[in-house]
T-cell receptor
């Protein structure tokens, strides 16, 4: 186990709703990244937070937003859910912005109906 | 555009035989390269990385990978496969000026039969 936890484990939402996913970083890690993994595909980078500031973003629309808190835990918020948002959402924590190794949590399975 | 390709959706090997999972990449400059493994209903587990230096890197659980700059490849290998190695394997690359952004391949399902 990596020490990175995510909640909830599973979630079912309806199209148009909003969702918040949570991630608790490994102790001592000040960087968190979020990834979306659609079924049968590799994870895709959504964004990264370092010391509470967003410092990198992938090709995702603004309705995907995030927060990092002083204790370095993090939230991923998705507004106006679409069917294609159904995926496994992974967070990964690391020490520093450019550290080599990222430690992934078990993920949150989001289903949008 | 930066990309990672894993040309095989599935690799089947017999237990005790060597295994290779292929990965090629397209990234400008000298990237950092990674392999992760994913078991069902689990997150990604780090296996190994190439940053610089020796082209053959060793990682967890007896896995190793060979970096080939001229072929832009980073194939994952293991001399003797175990049934417990059966899982989904992802190759990932990160540009040296890309912060923490990892670009993943689509994954290769490894099946090791007794």
């Amino acid at each position: 186990e990596t020490g990175v936890t995510q909640s909830p484990t599973h979630l079912i939402k309806t199209r148009g709703q909003q969702v918040t996913l949570r991630c608790s970083s490994q102790s001592g890690h000040n960087t968190v990244s979020w990834y979306q993994q659609a079924l049968g595909q590799g994870p895709q980078f959504i964004f990264q937070y370092y010391r509470e500031e967003e410092n990198g973003r992938g090709n995702f629309p603004p309705r995907f937003s995030g927060l990092q808190f002083p204790n370095y835990s993090s939230e991923l918020n998705v507004n106006a859910l679409e069917l294609d948002d159904s995926a496994l959402y992974l967070c990964a924590s690391a020490i520093g912005q450019t550290t080599y190794e990222q430690y992934f949590g078990p993920g949150t399975r989001l289903t949008v109906t | 555009a930066q990309s990672v390709a894993q040309p095989e959706d599935q690799v089947n090997v017999a237990e005790g035989n060597p295994l290779t999972v292929k990965c090629t990449y397209s990234v400008s400059g000298n990237p950092y390269l990674f392999w992760y493994v994913q078991y069902p209903n689990r997150g990604l587990q780090f296996l190994l990385k190439y940053i610089t230096g020796d082209n053959l890197v060793k990682g967890s659980y007896g896995f190793e990978a060979e970096f080939n700059k001229s072929q832009t490849s980073f194939h994952l290998k293991k001399p003797s496969a175990l049934v417990s190695d059966s899982a989904l394997y992802f190759c990932a690359v990160r540009g040296r000026n890309q912060g923490g952004k990892l670009i993943f391949g689509q994954g290769t399902e490894l099946s090791v039969k007794p």
